[in-house]
C-alpha cells in the first residue's frame, strides 16, 4: 500500500512540474532584471560599505494632534529598525539599530525597535517636546531629531 502511494506522489509531483515548465512563456528572462538607480540594496546581502545611518521625523499628524493624540511617523535611512541589541549586532550586515524615545526632557527614556510610529497620548494641554535618537544595537546614538508641537485645550488628556 505504501509503494502505491508512494507511486501516485511521485506521479503527480511530475505531472505538476511538466505542466508548470509547460506554461511558462518563452519569453520570460532567464535572470532578474538589472536594479534600478535609486533602489536601495537588499536588506539580506551583506554591505562593504555602508553610508551613514540618518534619521528623517515628520510633524505630528495634524487630526491626530488636534484631538490630543500625538502620531509621529519616522524612518531610519541606511538602517534598518529591529529589536536586536549587544555588541554582537554591530557586525550585521546591513547595518541595524532602534529608536530612543524622551517626552518634555524627561530623565528617563524607552527604546523600540517596532519601527512603526510613535503614539502618544495623555499629554496635558500645552507646548510638548518629543527626542527621538537613533541608536545602534549598543545604544550609542547615530542621530536625533526633536520634535516640538502644543495640545490645545480641548484636545488634552484623550
Not at 511558462?24 to 537588499?42: D, F, L, Q, R
Not at 545611518?53 to 515628520?58: K, R, T
Request: charge should be negative; charged fraction near 15%; hydrophobic fraction near 50%.
Amino acid at each position: 500500500m505504501r509503494r502505491i502511494v508512494n507511486s501516485a506522489v511521485a506521479a503527480a509531483f511530475a505531472a505538476l512540474v511538466t505542466a508548470c515548465a509547460a506554461s511558462i512563456p518563452a519569453s520570460v528572462p532567464t535572470s532578474p532584471a538589472p536594479v534600478s538607480p535609486g533602489w536601495e540594496p537588499a536588506p539580506v546581502v551583506a554591505l562593504p560599505a555602508q553610508p551613514p545611518a540618518s534619521l528623517v521625523v515628520d510633524a505630528p499628524l495634524p487630526d491626530q494632534l488636534a484631538a490630543g493624540l500625538v502620531v509621529i511617523r519616522y524612518r531610519a535611512e541606511n538602517l534598518r529598525i529591529v529589536p536586536v541589541y549587544g555588541q554582537a549586532a554591530l557586525d550585521v550586515s546591513p547595518r541595524i539599530g532602534h529608536i530612543h524615545v524622551t517626552v518634555d526632557n524627561a530623565a528617563w527614556h524607552w527604546a523600540d525597535g517596532s519601527g512603526e510610529p510613535l503614539i502618544i497620548q495623555g499629554l496635558p494641554p500645552g507646548p510638548h517636546k518629543v527626542w527621538i535618537g537613533l541608536a545602534d544595537p549598543t545604544h550609542k546614538i547615530i542621530d536625533s531629531k526633536a520634535v516640538d508641537f502644543v495640545i490645545s485645550a480641548q484636545g488634552g488628556h484623550h
